[in-house]
């Protein structure tokens, strides 16, 4: 049953009629974070190092030529971008041929995890504003854990919750909202949801891995309760393209 929230809008479950609006939310809140990632990479000191060890190589290689170290110092930050688009496009397709190519089998038929949207009303229509989802996991699967961020699905979910006790926990991902509507609770309200079914569900804790370029998340996530407890940096994309695009991947939790 939708629960009514503050800037008109209500938090409910998922249903089939959302699909194409939530993949696309997907798709554009993932990406989105590619022109972060890569100022954020183009400005480290060792990256800024390269770029004019280049541009000054290219500058002698041309003859004293400013087009030429212009575009030798275009090639590496090329390179840069391209290894962080990479990483965000290699994770989204990854998701949308597991979890996110059956939402419905993934999350709503299994009563260890949850999948939900903000509905907001605009101009008199329901419009789908941000998305969550909780996964049911059992502790020691680390591992597959990490497989699963980049759309491993993990069997057998509707044991975990026949005992809590074993230090079943949920994890927490999608967390997406549209452009427009940051900065308006509608994050916490999502988060919150999630919290509250891992309350009924008696898991012990909730965890969710936020890259190093969503500051906001993580800023949102502090604010809420979470610490982080774990950073590494396996993107499950490339090493090198991790190394280059110096992308960490941050464990935020929250015991419950």
């Not at 509608?186 to 509250?196: E, N, Y």
Request: proline share 2%; aromatic share 10%.
């Amino acid at each position: 049953m939708a629960q009514k929230q503050n800037c008109q809008v209500s938090i409910r479950e998922y249903r089939p009629s959302d699909e194409h609006v939530v993949v696309s939310l997907f798709r554009t809140g993932l990406l989105e974070h590619v022109y972060p990632a890569f100022f954020k990479a183009l400005s480290h000191p060792d990256h800024v190092g390269v770029a004019l060890s280049i541009s000054m190589a290219g500058y002698v290689l041309g003859g004293s030529s400013y087009f030429q170290a212009l575009l030798f110092g275009s090639a590496w930050a090329g390179l840069i971008y391209y290894c962080c688009h990479e990483i965000y496009e290699g994770y989204m397709m990854r998701r949308l041929s597991a979890d996110m190519a059956d939402i419905q089998a993934s999350y709503l038929e299994n009563p260890d995890n949850g999948f939900w949207v903000a509905e907001a009303d605009v101009n008199g229509q329901s419009k789908v504003v941000g998305m969550v989802a909780v996964m049911g996991k059992r502790e020691g699967e680390e591992g597959e854990r990490f497989d699963d961020c980049n759309g491993g699905l993990m069997g057998g979910g509707s044991e975990i919750a026949q005992d809590a006790g074993d230090g079943s926990y949920g994890e927490m991902s999608h967390v997406i909202v549209a452009f427009s509507w940051r900065r308006k609770t509608v994050g916490s309200q999502l988060t919150r949801k999630a919290l509250d079914f891992c309350k009924e569900r008696g898991y012990t804790h909730l965890v969710l891995d936020v890259s190093s370029p969503q500051t906001a998340a993580v800023s949102l996530c502090q604010k809420l309760g979470f610490v982080q407890t774990a950073s590494h940096s396996n993107t499950h994309a490339n090493r090198w393209f991790s190394k280059l695009a110096r992308i960490d991947v941050m464990r935020m939790e929250k015991f419950i």
